[in-house]
């Protein structure tokens, strides 16, 4: 429930689809199980999990929802194995070289064949959409498991008009000036791990941990040229993480005192805990994320068509 990354984009146009029609769409691309012969499966899973059958939930103007993924894994050295095997019997037999279709439907039909027998890996992404801020936040460190999931959405609603956040000055110079102008920004603070790149393709790069990224050693790289693209920071003694110059977070951790306010709540109940903790959750998710455009000269509505 509580996420650990994000990857974040702002409708172009409001939401308005109401939550009955949502789930009605979702309903067109319900999960299933791989076939015996199917490579993978996608489709929208419970929201809550074994603790629900719903495809979405509604809470404190959010709806939250999970795409699943079942993929069949073949060892690559097997299937490598087998197709050489047919290969050399073939160029034996015929006395010539195998052609490039022929190694081609020999691998298709060894996959085929091997399917049935192969091992399942079963992966869930979350999402949630929050009309009100003209948002969808995925919990994902991976960019393509994140357009993945708007991509299932967009095929259930016809259209998705979203797009990534785009800082004018580019995130990058705002994070470099961070540190190079001491210009902190309000509300966070620097953490002890960060990453520098130089400019061009074959560009140095520098990765610190447990670093004073102000020390003069670090400023001294930003000086000959170099950039800030990753950064550690705490943020309001609400979570830590590290924001990227793509504006995606990693490693999202909530404080305990976070976790605290729902102490309260009898664990027995798990329906009314889960509600509580997304509630909870998209809370102070939103206000980070409203905190964190604003360093960028960005809003949660900037995106939106006048």
Known sequence: MWFKNLYIFAFTRPFTTSEEELEKALQEHVFAPCAKTEMSRFGWSSALGKHGDRLLHHANGCILLNARKEEKLLPAAVVKEQLEAKVAQLEQEHSRKATKKEKEQFKEDITFELLPRAFSRISDTQGYICPDKNIIVINSSSRNKAEDFLALLRKCLGSL??????????????????????????????????????????????????????????????????????????????????????????????????????????????????????????????????????????????????
Not at 163 to 192: C, D, K, Y
Not at 199 to 227: F, M, P, R, Y
Not at 230 to 257: G, N, P, T, W
Not at 274 to 299: P, V, Y
């Open 161 to 306: 008009p979203v797009t990534s956040f785009a800082p004018p000055a580019g995130a990058e110079t705002v994070m470099t000036s961070w540190l190079l102008e001491q210009n902190l920004p309000e509300r966070f603070v620097i953490g002890f791990e960060g990453e520098l790149k130089a400019l061009g393709e074959d560009a140095a790069v520098i990765k610190c941990k447990n670093q004073d990224l102000l020390s003069d050693e670090i400023l001294a790289h930003l000086n000959t040229d170099k950039q800030v693209v990753k950064i550690a920071f705490d943020y309001e003694q609400v979570l830590s993480c590290i924001l990227c110059d793509d504006l995606s977070v990693k490693r999202v951790k909530f404080h305990e005192s976070v976790f605290e306010q729902n102490d309260d709540i009898d664990n027995d109940d798990i329906l009314v805990k889960i509600d509580a903790d997304f509630t909870l959750m998209t809370g102070e998710l939103n206000k980070f994320i409203d905190d964190m455009l604003a360093q960028f000269d960005l809003a949660t509505n900037s995106y939106l068509e006048s």
